[in-house]
């Protein structure tokens, strides 16, 4: 069983940045295309963004496009998504999520889920 772990939420000002880190818990990231799903209070999760395993292919939603980055750093074997020029719409829980397949699109199925970090954007 992958446990995933994140970390990085919290409250920042519209306009600002925050880095959110995921980490699989004994296995590595390579083995994994590696995503990135929000919930707003009261909507459907949304899908943010996703990479291969090897993390050469990205993918991200049109409504992050520009301001979000994904990244890997499989000496530290984490996942990070790198958040610039929030918005109070970007406001939500976020949750790392892992797929053995390594498909690359908003709509994949994942494996394992972290519990997810909660983002607060003041307007």
């Known amino acids: 069983q992958v446990q995933l772990v994140e970390s990085g939420g919290g409250l920042v000002q519209a306009g600002g940045s925050l880095r959110l880190s995921c980490a699989p818990s004994?296995?590595?990231?390579?083995?994994?295309?590696m995503g990135w799903i929000r919930q707003a209070p009261g909507k459907e999760r949304e899908f943010v963004t996703v990479?291969?395993?090897?993390?050469?292919?990205?993918y991200y939603a049109d409504s992050v496009k520009g301001r979000f980055t994904i990244s890997r750093d499989t000496a530290m074997n984490t996942v990070y998504l790198q958040m610039n020029s929030l918005k109070a719409e970007d406001t939500a829980v976020y949750y790392c999520?892992?797929?053995?397949?390594?498909?690359?699109?908003?709509?994949?199925?994942?494996?394992?889920w972290g519990r997810g970090t909660q983002v607060t954007v003041s307007s």
């Open positions: 004994g296995r590595a990231i390579n083995n994994y295309a």
């Open positions: 999520a892992a797929s053995y397949r390594d498909v690359v699109c908003p709509n994949g199925e994942y494996d394992y």
């Open positions: 990479s291969n395993r090897s993390g050469g292919t990205t």
